[in-house]
């Protein structure tokens, strides 16, 4: 799936992946990748269980080492600039055992804007309360993310992506296991932000 919007206002592709190629334990999961995303497009990565979607976004992020390739933002190296980039893994690769409020996984989006070093500002909160509301789980900030259910967990990782401010939204299989109400209000705030740029 792959959908443009009417103009795309930047001289470079938003994101610019070349020729990734990784290995996972000497196997090769990806070979010689290479795909071009502008400002405003909506682009669906499809395909089996293995096949390495998740590798290649890992690989676009810095998470996995890669044997060759380059990922740019705008026109630079994306190294310098991974804050611009949200991921929002699949639900299977998160430890929900974990004892940390919804509001506190929101919040963690305003620390890869900042720096984990650096104490978060109002605005921060402001930020993680207005993403929060956007997706309908202000209600839940205080309780532990692992007791909602899959589709509100997803709503708040949503949240935790937008409140990071980022340009590029990474979405491993955001609707498995999602609810009907969550679906509908993950691709409506999907749909805002692709026409938002």
Do not use: C
């Not at 497009?41 to 992020?61: D, H, M, R, Y």
């Not at 990071?164 to 705030?189: C, H, K, N, Y």
């Amino acid at each position: 799936m792959h959908t443009t919007p009417q103009a795309a206002p930047y001289q470079y592709p938003m994101l610019n992946v070349q020729n990734l190629t990784a290995e996972y334990r000497d196997r090769v999961a990806l070979l010689d990748v290479s795909l071009t995303v502008q400002g405003g497009e909506l682009v669906g990565i499809l395909g089996p269980n293995g096949a390495g979607k998740s590798t290649l976004f890992k690989g676009i992020l810095g998470l996995i080492p890669l044997k060759q390739g380059q990922v740019l933002y705008g026109n630079r190296p994306i190294k310098s600039q991974r804050h611009r980039i949200a991921y929002v893994p699949q639900r299977a690769a998160i430890d929900w055992t974990y004892p940390i409020s919804v509001e506190q996984v929101v919040l963690t989006g305003r620390t890869v804007q900042r720096g984990w070093w650096r104490f978060l500002q109002v605005n921060d909160k402001t930020a993680a309360k207005e993403a929060m509301e956007r997706l309908g789980v202000w209600q839940w900030r205080r309780r532990p993310v692992g007791e909602l259910s899959g589709g509100q967990q997803q709503r708040v990782f949503l949240a935790r992506a937008i409140a990071q401010d980022a340009q590029v939204f990474l979405l491993d299989e955001p609707l498995t296991g999602v609810d009907r109400e969550s679906e509908v209000l993950l691709w409506d705030v999907v749909s805002e932000l692709r026409l938002a740029g």
